[in-house]
């Protein structure tokens, strides 16, 4: 089963689209593939995934800005970029660790291969 919301993620539905499917779907794999600025907005559901242990992996790319609404603002507002660069806060695996849920970070796809076989 694939569930691929594409730009519907934005800002609103992947910290509970993922908990959904787990919740519904108990037999199959979860993983979470979203970004940074995303990740913050949902980050709450990390609560959630920790109570009800949910062997959910999530795979957040960290590219330091609101990634859609940027993409709009560059697009559409002749770069009149505001509120979109995330240049502080937070460390992900140790918000992670603070609710007893393993975190990585990693700086290749070599190291992404090997953790992310770790995590599946």
Sequence with gaps: MLLCLRGLTCKCVSG??????????KEKRVVLITGDGSFRMNCNELST??????????VIF????????RQWQHLFHEKRY???????????????????????????????????????
């Design 49 to 58: 995934i920790a109570f009800y242990n949910l062997p959910i992996v999530i």
């Design 82 to 120: 505001s509120q979109t660069v995330l240049d502080r806060g937070p460390d992900f695996v140790k918000l992670a660790q603070a609710y007893d849920i393993d975190g990585y970070r990693v700086d290749s796809i070599e190291q992404f291969n090997e953790v992310f076989a770790k995590a599946i």
């Design 16 to 25: 509970y689209g993922d908990v959904f499917c787990k919740v519904k779907v």
């Design 62 to 69: 960290n590219n330091g800005v609101l990634g859609m609404v």
